[in-house]
């Protein structure tokens, strides 16, 4: 097998040139006594061997020549990169020494190819090295050849290899990453996530021969779950991360490809970047045959990201599962509540009901008109508890289990048109548009004819509650499995993050406007569940100031009894109060005329039409009342005609009591009314929290009559001095008339008793001084819409009249103050305050006005028309225009004009 050393070929490379051209190993292998080796000086080299040499060295790919029996090594620059510290050692010398440690796991590759001069293929080849001062893990894909001598026999070995260490490293992390993603364990139940997240990664041991998963326990940290090791070598609670073990050899781990004793390990955060709760940290054991570079100190960061992502989820979803199991919780007890209080209303509401109806209905002895009046408000209010109390043991069955809808054949066309035919007059008086477009269908239905009405009565009630403008549409159709009904509105539509929501039980949508502010919350829920009975569906399309589209859709179904068909279905009394009730709250209200001698205004601020009713019959007889619906109302009334007395509610649409209260106190001009505030609400917090935001008086619903008057009278006798400062002299006041006390009741407290009981947060107003030269002024802030340019200029005339100008110049100067206000709507852009601010002032000199918004004029163009606006309000005035950030101020300056001579004068 060993070739003649003297054997040279002739033009064969010299000794000179064999290793020119070899890089950095090929000068160390010029440099090398090769005479001392089993292969000899290199000019007694075979020509085979020479040509060999020159080829290993020519190339950029890892190639390794052994040379005779004794494998004499020779290699490149590419193959000294891959045993790295064994470098330049090896050149020269025994394969099977200088890989003495892989030579079990090459020596049978190598002695084939040599023996039978078949070559080896061995992809990803395992090898245990010592290159960097440790067994280490690597992989090679290695290709064994047999060299051939000048003599044609086999004289050694050449091999082809390249390192696969990181490919196959990257590879199995990869893939340990990806299980760790997938691992399915019950959501919400941490300690299966972790045990399901351990058993994932007890699958490659390689990489991370032992772990430990200490978790957050408050006052330090607690073994959670352990792989790889014994979990008692482990302490099972530390104060903290810091004593957790660093170094391990002293645990008697192996581990790794080599199954070496396991020395060290590193401790990860699971969680606790910025803003994010730190659940615990894990303890990670290092490979023996690895040394952690950064990209296994990477992987082993990602490994604990896993980690983290799956416990932080399964403790999000356990903590929402619990939210949902105690809001699940709350709902039952809500309705249980609600059922047993339905229960014990029914008895209490049958003997209120049934006398009021029988004494209605006798027409033997005919009622006085008033008395027929309290009568059938007492009704209609009866009635809406009663349906209160119907729909909240409607929920309570169907949450129960026990509601099942009873299927007729129904002619759900004609009982729908009539259902909203009901509901018509409502809908007209509130100005809204009712279109019914329901035709016969051509097969017939069977559902519950009274949950069928209950589901088209909300849907329409819904509609004429959120609908201002517009109009409501009420569509039937039927196709081929089912019928189709659609009720569309032009409301305000809905918020898209709610629409998910509004068939939620108790679910009401925050900050909506809406013609009054009662209900319970649970009539759309009631339709999802009466629709579910049979078997349906109800969806909801909807955007913000366009309006909204229920469609509910049921089946035709089939009869639930085999009985004959009974009556046609017609709404029922409960439909008729219904829509009384709605007719009542969009009715306007009929002011009764003020009785004589009433010297003070009440503004009556109330959502519900029967409570305004109500209120408006207690204090009509005494003083003048207006009312209003809400707040936003109520503070155009307020600045058009000052009221003595403010009485509202406190929830209300569009505004409420407390907004309404934080407006008036604002301005300047309302600041000193006495408010007294109405609320459902009872209890010392309720009337804490009024107080607080400065009401003068606080009275819970329900209450007395006298009572109520009493305390009106106190807050009307409060105010009072500041009126009595305004005037030029003292004008005594009437007597107030006192409403009679039925017999056999205590008569109303006196004001001195009152005042005693009622706490005020603010001292009575204190009156001014009279002045030598009177002057009227008035300060007003209107709502920046075209709808309050009729209120200002009612509010000015009565101003300039008063102070007896003339009526020509009244007029000049309510036209160029209406043209600045006008202007201001206009014009004003993003107001930081979407109010015009008015004051006049009214001296024995002349007249002032100034207009005053909060925004930023758009910039004039051409087309722009609005400068004749401001020749004619130059034509009646002296006009100021000062433009400011915060505003643009108009003042309007008229000295008094005399008036022109009379005939003769």
Not at 271 to 284: M, N, T
Request: glycine content about 10%; charged content about 20%; aromatic content about 4%.
């Amino acid at each position: 097998m060993a070739p003649d050393p003297t054997s040279a070929a002739p033009g064969s490379p010299s000794a000179a040139d064999l290793f020119a051209g070899g890089g950095e190993t090929g000068r160390l292998l010029a440099g090398l006594d090769w005479s001392a080796t089993p292969v000899g000086p290199v000019e007694g080299w075979p020509a085979s061997l020479r040509y060999a040499v020159r080829t290993i060295l020519a190339s950029r790919f890892p190639m390794i020549l052994t040379w005779g029996p004794e494998y004499t090594q020779l290699y490149n620059d590419g193959y000294a990169t891959l045993i790295g510290a064994k470098h330049p050692g090896a050149l020269g010398r025994d394969l099977r020494v200088t890989q003495a440690e892989g030579w079990a796991v090459l020596q049978g590759p190598v002695e084939h190819a040599v023996t039978t001069r078949e070559a080896s293929w061995l992809p990803r080849l395992p090898l245990l090295l010592e290159r960097a001062g440790y067994r280490e893990e690597t992989y090679f894909t290695v290709s064994h050849a047999p060299a051939f001598g000048d003599d044609g026999l086999v004289a050694g070995m050449h091999a082809v290899c390249t390192e696969v260490t990181n490919e196959v490293l990257g590879e199995r992390r990869q893939q340990l990453l990806h299980q760790l993603s997938c691992t399915e364990a019950e959501r919400g139940d941490e300690q299966a996530v972790l045990a399901g997240l351990c058993r994932t990664l007890g699958s490659d041991p390689l990489d991370v021969p032992f772990a430990a998963v200490y978790l957050d326990e408050g006052d330090g940290l607690r073994r959670a779950g352990t792989v790889g090791c014994p979990a008692d070598l482990l302490p099972a609670s530390v104060p903290d991360a810091a004593a957790l073990p660093g170094p391990t050899g002293g645990l008697g781990l192996v581990g790794g490809f080599w199954q070496d004793p396991v020395r060290d390990a590193v401790v990860l955060p699971l969680g606790g970047a910025a803003g994010e709760e730190r659940i615990g940290v894990l303890v990670a054991g290092i490979s023996p045959n690895r040394a952690l570079d950064p990209e296994y100190r990477t992987f082993l960061d990602l490994v604990a990201g896993q980690f983290t992502s799956a416990l932080g989820n399964a403790r999000a979803f356990g903590t929402e599962r619990r939210r949902a199991e105690s809001l699940a919780e709350l709902d039952r007890a809500k309705t249980a509540f609600f059922s047993d209080v339905s229960h014990e209303l029914r008895t209490p509401l049958t003997l209120l009901l049934g006398p009021i109806s029988d004494v209605l209905a006798d027409t033997s002895d005919e009622l006085p008109r008033a008395a027929r009046d309290q009568l059938e408000l007492a009704l209609r209010n009866g009635q809406r508890l009663q349906r209160l109390v119907n729909d909240l043991m409607d929920v309570a069955s169907i949450e129960a289990g026990r509601a099942e809808a009873v299927r007729v054949e129904t002619d759900v066309a004609a009982f729908t048109a009539e259902l909203a035919g009901v509901l018509r007059a409502a809908a007209e008086r509130a100005g809204l548009q009712l279109r019914v477009d329901c035709p016969p269908l051509g097969r017939p239905v069977h559902v519950d004819p009274r949950m069928w009405e209950k589901v088209v009565l909300n849907l329409l009630t819904n509609a004429v509650k959120y609908t201002f403008v517009g109009g409501i549409e009420v569509i039937l159709r039927g196709e081929a499995d089912q019928v189709v009904l659609t009720v569309a509105d032009t409301g305000i539509g809905i918020p898209a993050a709610e629409l998910p929501l509004v068939f939620d039980r108790f679910h009401r949508v925050r900050g909506s406007s809406a013609r009054t502010r009662e209900g319970t919350g649970i009539g759309l829920a009631l339709v999802r569940e009466l629709v579910g009975l049979h078997g349906g569906t109800v969806t909801v399309d909807s955007e913000p100031g366009a309006g909204s589209t229920f469609t509910v859709a049921v089946p035709y179904g089939s009869p639930d009894t085999s009985a004959d068909a009974g009556p046609a279905a017609t709404p029922s009394v409960t439909a008729h109060g219904t829509a009384a009730s709605w007719v009542a709250d969009v009715t306007p209200d009929d002011l009764p005329d003020a009785p004589a001698g009433a010297t003070a205004t009440i503004l009556v601020v109330d959502d519900n039409a029967d409570m305004r009713s109500y209120l408006t019959r207690l204090l009509a007889p005494i003083w003048r009342v207006r009312t209003c619906t809400n707040g936003e109302e109520a503070l155009a009334s307020a600045a058009e005609h000052r009221p003595d007395v403010v009485l509202t509610d406190v929830m209300m649409p569009r505004m409420d009591g407390f907004e309404l209260l934080r407006r008036l106190r604002a301005d300047p001009a309302t600041r000193d009314i006495p408010v007294i505030m109405l609320t459902a609400r009872a209890g010392q917090e309720a009337a804490v929290e009024g107080f607080a935001a400065g009401v003068d008086d606080h009275l819970a619903k329900p209450f007395q009559a006298a009572e109520l008057i009493a305390r009106v009278r106190v807050a009307v006798e409060r105010g009072s001095g500041a009126r009595e400062g305004a005037a030029v002299g003292p004008v005594p006041a009437p007597p107030v008339p006192t409403p009679p006390t039925p017999a056999g009741q205590a008569g109303p407290a006196g004001p001195a008793e009152v005042r005693a009981l009622v706490p005020t947060c603010r001292p009575p107003a204190t009156s001014r001084p009279p002045t030598t030269a009177p002057v009227l002024r008035e300060h007003w802030r209107f709502p920046a819409a075209p709808r309050a340019i009729p209120a200002l200029r009612r509010a000015l005339r009565r101003v300039l009249t008063a102070a007896g100008l003339d009526e020509d110049q009244v007029y000049d100067l309510l036209l160029a103050a209406c043209e600045a206000a006008t202007n201001a709507v206009e014009h004003a852009q993003h107001p930081t305050q979407p109010v015009v601010e008015v004051t006049i002032e009214a001296s024995v000199d002349g007249v002032e006005i100034t207009v005053r918004d909060h925004g930023q004029w758009r910039e004039r163009v051409p087309s722009m028309d609005r400068g004749r606006g401001a020749t004619l309000m130059s034509a009646f005035a002296d006009v100021a225009v000062v433009p400011g950030p915060e505003g643009t101020t108009v003042t309007i300056r008229s000295p008094r004009t005399p008036p022109l001579p009379g005939p003769g004068g």
